[in-house]
């Protein structure tokens, strides 16, 4: 999978802070592995040799009968219903088992994902870190984020209420093209730079930087997992370092940022395929 590095992270950074050099917008830029692990995709689709042992042993009861004289013997008396149930219960736990194993390698289970579960799951994750990072964080409701789910291969673009007012989705299909052409080719942080510029453009159209202007939203990009601070893997007992006591923190309210069903209007969205 792609990741991001240091020398990434600092283009970016340093393309949100030129970007913002001429706008009162705060830009976000988050790129994340993955948005959701699936876990309830990999249960439903092991239910499925469960149900297959069922159903194959409604269709072949006398099949259940011949393994059960194979693993314990043909000089035993006929197998109760009592064993024969007990067998079958233990084929299907067994089918169960090997195939959630088998799904816990991400790539399957993310082929196995429908495409709509993917855009719904990236869009309630992107929303969940907007309302975290960039809703109403700035005096004029003008935070925007941009989310990239790599695993996915999704994209969001999503504005606060002073942005969405004054565009449409229409308006970041640019900034779309610019941020997934480059993604395609595996160039993560030049797409993301791509789109930053793009961004910028309307954002400095529509709302100009002032000369009293201050950066209100954490100037650097959050390309490592969301919500986990390097340090908190470093230091899993204690205090967290980062944790800042001010409440409008975005990394502290990053990592607490819950999944809220109330969804602002996505400026932007889209996914790709690898090239």
Not at 60 to 74: E, I, K, M, Q, S
Not at 117 to 123: A, C, D, I, N
Not at 250 to 261: M, W
């Amino acid at each position: 999978m792609i990741e991001l590095t240091a020398e990434d992270r600092e283009k970016v950074g340093a393309a949100i802070a030129t970007a913002e050099g001429s706008t009162a917008g705060e830009i976000v830029a988050v790129a994340t592995p993955i948005s959701d692990p699936y876990h309830d995709v990999a249960l439903h689709w092991a239910l499925v040799p469960l149900f297959a042992v069922l159903a194959w042993a409604a269709w072949r009861p006398t099949a259940l009968v011949w393994w059960y004289d194979f693993l314990f013997g043909g000089w035993s008396p006929d197998p109760t219903m009592s064993q024969l149930l007990t067998l079958l219960m233990f084929f299907a736990a067994l089918k169960f088992t090997v195939a959630l194993l088998i799904l816990k390698w991400m790539p399957l289970r993310l082929f196995l994902t429908p495409a709509a579960t993917k855009h719904r799951r990236v869009r309630r994750r992107a929303i969940a870190i907007f309302k975290a990072a960039a809703e109403k964080r700035t005096a004029g409701k003008t935070g925007i984020l941009i989310y990239l789910s790599l695993a996915e291969r999704r994209a969001e673009i999503i504005g606060d209420e002073a942005i969405t007012s004054v565009t449409t989705p229409e308006t970041w299909g640019e900034a779309m093209h610019a941020l997934l052409a480059d993604v395609r080719e595996g160039r993560v942080a030049d797409g993301m730079v791509a789109a930053i510029e793009q961004i910028g453009v309307v954002l400095a159209e529509h709302f100009p930087r002032a000369a009293d202007d201050r950066n209100e939203i954490y100037p650097h990009p959050y390309p490592r997992r969301v919500g986990i601070c390097p340090a908190l893997r470093r230091r899993r007992g204690g205090r967290h370092p980062c944790r800042d006591r001010r409440q409008n923190h975005p990394r502290r309210a990053i990592a607490r940022a819950a999944e809220r069903p109330d969804l602002p209007r996505a400026a932007g969205r889209a996914g790709w395929r690898r090239g």
